[in-house]
């Protein structure tokens, strides 16, 4: 079976016929005599390079090979110029619209079989390299993802808060986030940055972090510096999934009226991103167990949201969780504090 097409292009049937007799031993082929019949046929099929004509009615191979590579779908589609032109303005118009290669009319037979072998051989080569790229870029990607879900529960197994916390938190986060009308790429990075909210906790005392009685006002103050010192671990990276990570970590604990902390962000002031964690992990916390309270019941947690609306949250996010309850407790029955289950994607 030949597993390369090759699509002529080009007015003269009688060049056209040549061309097939010298390939078809090697290649499948398909062929189109002017240039809108081959742009309509790229619509349908499927070619690994391109034998163009220079002087054809219409469109002329130049603007035909302009459109190819305008075009998202044949941008990467080798073409070779075949013409009888011989004049340097063409053959330098010929690359500068995206050729890779010009062939004259009359052609020899083993030069245009050595040029096609080359550029096909070429474009595979091209394509494997982009392969490993991408495939290297996404290990490299996955690394980070582990790296900052690892590192977000440092904090919470810290203060004795389970691993499934900001699994919880991160899938509430990407549902809040898409409800909000981010993109599902914005909404995705929110997912695998918001683990991290809470990192700062790594160098809060243990005394004050897994206290269980209510903290004197000097412990709060201390307790309310892991936001700063979250974004401080997390400021520098050059990285844009923790450079994301330190938005979290430091605005998470903002209220939309302007009485939270460190800053006293109000409204959108507050980044979306800590506007979103913040429903999602007071959401997540008020419904588990922690060293200092027991889990609130349902209906004691949606009567704080609601009368919370527009003082601690983003009117607009509580609405949204509401709209999303249910997906959002069966995630929050999927990842229970005694179930191992993986993040969902």
Request: aromatic fraction near 6%; proline fraction near 3%; include cysteine.
């Amino acid at each position: 079976m030949k597993d390369k097409t090759i699509l002529i292009i080009d007015d003269n049937e009688i060049n056209i016929e040549n061309l097939m007799l010298l390939l078809e031993d090697k290649y499948d082929l398909l062929a189109a005599t002017d240039g809108k019949e081959a742009l309509e046929l790229l619509e349908e099929e499927k070619t690994d390079l391109i034998l163009l004509d220079i002087m054809m009615p219409e469109l002329d191979g130049f603007e035909v090979c302009k459109k190819l590579k305008e075009n998202k779908s044949t941008h990467d589609i080798p073409v070779i110029f075949i013409t009888a032109k011989t004049d340097e303005s063409s053959i330098q118009r010929a690359y500068e619209v995206g050729g890779v290669d010009y062939i004259t009319k009359p052609f020899l037979a083993k030069e245009v079989l050595s040029r096609v072998y080359n550029h096909l051989a070429l474009s595979e080569q091209h394509h494997h390299l982009e392969h490993m790229v991408e495939q290297k870029t996404k290990e490299i990607e996955e690394t980070q993802k582990e790296i900052i879900y690892t590192m977000g529960t440092i904090g919470e197994n810290r203060s004795q808060e389970t691993a499934n916390h900001v699994k919880r938190v991160a899938a509430y986060s990407e549902i809040l986030a898409l409800g909000y009308g981010l993109s599902k790429e914005e909404a995705r990075m929110l997912k695998e940055v918001s683990p991290m909210h809470d990192i700062g906790k790594v160098a809060i005392p243990d005394e004050i972090l897994k206290k269980p009685e209510k903290f004197t006002d000097a412990e709060f103050e201390i307790m309310k510096t892991h936001a700063t010192i979250g974004y401080d671990i997390l400021k520098n990276s050059t990285k844009k999934l923790l450079k994301n990570a330190s938005i979290v970590a430091h605005q998470h604990h903002e209220k939309y009226d302007g009485s939270g902390y460190p800053k006293g962000l109000s409204g959108e002031n507050i980044h979306i991103y800590g506007r979103i964690t913040a429903v999602a992990d007071v959401f997540d916390a008020l419904g588990s167990k922690r060293v200092y309270k027991e889990a609130w019941d349902d209906e004691k947690i949606f009567k704080y949201f609601k009368e919370q609306r527009s003082k601690h949250f983003d009117p607009k996010l509580v609405d949204i969780l509401f709209e999303n309850l249910d997906e959002i407790l069966r995630i929050r029955e999927t990842l229970r504090d005694d179930c191992t289950t993986l993040i969902p994607n």
